[in-house]
């Protein structure tokens, strides 16, 4: 049964600071490995998908890295912006389910 | 609709009642998914439905949660005799096929058993 490990689950950080949120899984027999936001009372949002033959995928001021064989995937957060206060979500997908970890629970202040 | 809709957005109910979830998915996709996610809590499966391939339920919490898919369009969640345990916001999300799929999500439905 795969679990999710997400840490930190919580961080709070002044704006401008580069960040690295980590994300652990236990099979390593994934497709993919993506990360969503979540904003307080609404859906989730893709952010970046990784497929299991890729090592990274970048968009914008985000990086996700993803190593199948120690079962890891990183959200690299460049120049953080109070914008980005959220709840940064990753899920491993396989042929019929995501399944997701609890969430980093980011705080951005001024 | 460009993305996915769910409705009701929020939904009271008196406990013991049965309610009906609606979600519906991205036109072309063929895989739907259902979770639960308790209020501080992650997402937790439910249900999945792939084309026309018999769905995965082995998420579903008890034999008072069933879910329905007609086709590649609507889906409904519903729960019978609801208890408080069942309060949290329920999101349903659509994706293609395929091992590069992007799962998108819709706002999700806040229910509350009172």
């Known amino acids: 049964k795969q679990e999710v490990t997400q840490i930190p689950a919580a961080l709070s950080v002044p704006e401008g600071e580069n960040l690295v949120l980590n994300c652990s899984f236990t099979d390593s027999a994934i497709y993919n490995l993506q990360w969503f936001r979540q904003d307080p009372g609404k859906g989730l949002t893709s952010l970046l998908l990784?497929?299991?033959?890729?090592r990274e995928q970048t968009s914008g001021r985000l990086n996700a890295s993803l190593d199948k064989s120690s079962g890891r995937s990183t959200l690299y957060i460049a120049a953080s912006q109070p914008g980005d206060s959220a709840t940064y979500l990753c899920a491993s997908g396989r042929t019929d389910k995501l399944i997701f970890g609890t969430g980093t629970r980011l705080q951005v202040f001024p | 609709g460009a993305g996915v809709s769910q409705s009701p957005s929020n939904k009271v109910t008196e406990k013991g009642k049965d309610v009906e979830l609606r979600c519906d998915p991205i036109?072309?996709?063929?895989?739907l998914y259902w979770y639960r996610q308790r209020l501080g809590q992650g997402l937790e499966f439910l249900i999945y439905?792939?084309?026309?391939?018999?769905?995965?339920k082995s998420g579903l919490p008890s034999d008072r949660f069933s879910a329905e898919r007609t086709g590649e369009s609507v889906s409904t969640l519903t729960i019978q005799r609801t208890q408080q345990e069942d309060s949290a916001v329920y999101l349903c999300a659509s994706s293609p096929s395929g091992t590069s799929r992007v799962a998108f999500f819709g706002q999700g439905t806040r229910l509350t058993v009172v």
């Open positions: 990784i497929q299991s033959s890729q």
């Open positions: 439905f792939q084309g026309n391939s018999a769905p995965d």
């Open positions: 036109s072309g996709h063929t895989a």
